[in-house]
Nanobody
């Protein structure tokens, strides 16, 4: 069982930046892929980015490429995401996600954090 705890959400103006962090508990967390999804009001939850286990690769949704950066901490049980040039339509609850193994693309794992609100004002 892996537990995920997010931090770093908040309010930012359009064009601004925000950094989110997620910490995973559990001895096997370093062998997990970790990433982020988001869900805007009235919309389905959508993938944003995934960092594969063991630093094997990072993958991004087309809508955030070049603006968002995902990185694993040195202990590999944390994943951070730097979000730049934020847009009002990116207002959403951002969820940390994790699952076992090395993956070749954005992947939805079985474990979820509770989410953190990001609001981008115009």
């Amino acid at each position: 069982q892996v537990q995920l705890v997010e931090s770093g959400g908040g309010l930012v103006q359009a064009g601004g930046s925000l950094r989110l962090s997620c910490t995973a508990s559990g001895r096997t967390a370093i062998t997990y892929h970790m990433g982020w999804f988001r869900q805007a009001p009235g919309k389905d939850r959508e993938p944003v980015a995934t960092s594969s286990a063991n630093g094997a690769g990072s993958y991004y949704a087309d809508s955030v490429k070049g603006r968002f950066t995902i990185s694993r901490g040195n202990a590999k049980n944390t994943v951070d995401r730097q979000m730049d040039s934020l847009k009002p339509e990116e207002t959403a609850v951002y969820y940390c996600n994790a699952g076992p193994g090395v993956v070749p693309r954005i992947t939805r794992g079985p474990y979820w954090g509770r989410g953190t609100q990001v609001t981008v004002s115009s």
